[in-house]
């Protein structure tokens, strides 16, 4: 079984095989996590990530959905982009957030990547309530099979990292 730990700070300082990227559908950068990892990581990762735009992902990277790209300046080897779902309280899309962590975790065992680590994700702007989201990921990570020895959650404040550490404890 997989190992979660659990860390308060910034992901664009993790050192990790991959670092998880709560990206748009544009993959083109933008606020949040997705803009500290564009600004940090530098040019390399836009230009990897033009270039998917224009083989692969002509619309953009559908939701729940993953892609890799080098990790330029950053101190992983990859960058896996996932985009999340925005929360809504008419429609459950709790399935697309697992899928965010699962295909994740599909393209990190594909690159060989033996620590990952994840943000919050969908729980910034896209407004995921963090429990949920904290609780979704700690129990997809939990069932999933993988290759991958560590998933580091590393997460932006107290709040969120409560939340991830009542997930771990309440998680079968």
């Known amino acids: 079984m997989v190992r979660i730990t659990l860390v308060q700070g910034d992901i664009t300082a993790e050192e990790a095989d991959a670092v998880v990227n709560a990206a748009n559908s544009s993959l083109l950068g933008g606020g949040g996590v997705d803009g500290a990892i564009h600004r940090r990581g530098g ?18 990277l ?15 080897e990859h960058v896996i982009h996932t985009v999340g779902p925005v929360w809504s309280r008419d429609e459950d899309r709790s399935e697309l957030l697992a899928s965010c962590y699962r295909e994740s975790l599909r393209v990190a065992d594909e690159l060989g990547a033996r620590t990952v680590a994840f943000p919050a994700i969908s729980t910034g702007i896209y407004g995921w309530p963090m429990d949920d989201g904290a609780r979704i990921a700690v129990e997809t990570v939990r069932a999933a099979r993988t290759r991958v020895e560590e998933v580091r959650f590393v997460l932006f404040d107290a709040k969120a990292h409560a939340a991830f550490a009542a997930a771990v404890a309440a998680a079968p």
């Open 43 to 60: 040019p390399e990762i836009l230009a990897a990530c033009e270039d998917l735009r224009r083989s692969h992902y002509g619309k953009g």
């Open 62 to 76: 559908p939701t729940g959905r993953a892609v890799a790209t080098t990790a330029g300046r950053l101190p992983a």
